[in-house]
Nanobody
Framework: AQLVESGGGLVQPGGSLRLSCAASGFTFSEYGMSWHRQAPGKERELVARIRSDGGSTEYAESVKGRFTISRDFGKNTVYLQMNSLKPEDTAVYYC????????????WGQGTQVTVSS
């Protein structure tokens, strides 16, 4: 299984970014997909997740109403649209694939840096 994140970068507060995670080497439709982030000196935390069939999503309270997770089965890609970004959103963002939505286990991507600063 391989997960490759992209789309990170430097953005001003209030701005937007869309992260992508391209999946390969496994049956995409059998895996729940999630985004996590880790800021310097902090533990990795769940940001958002979407079930294998795309039927439901969940978000951390800190990003509700600002971030949207989605998946494209034709492209084997999961996205994280991030709007109204804040400096506290600065972190390395990781994609994770969990077989049959067993969220405690899974494969990780290498991460992409998001920096929100003026």
């Amino acid at each position: 299984a391989q997960l490759v994140e992209s789309g990170g970068g430097l953005v001003q507060p209030g701005g937007s970014l869309r992260l992508s995670c391209a999946a390969s080497g496994f049956t995409f439709s059998e895996y729940g997909m999630s985004w996590h982030r880790q800021a310097p000196g902090k533990e990795r935390e769940l940001v958002a997740r979407i079930r294998s069939d795309g039927g439901s999503t969940e978000y951390a309270e800190s990003v509700k109403g600002r971030f949207t997770i989605s998946r494209d089965f034709g492209k084997n890609t999961v996205y994280l649209q991030m709007n109204s970004l804040k400096p506290e959103d600065t972190a390395v963002y990781y994609c994770k694939a969990s077989f049959r939505n067993l969220w405690s286990r899974g494969n990780w991507g290498q991460g992409t840096q998001v920096t929100v600063s003026s």
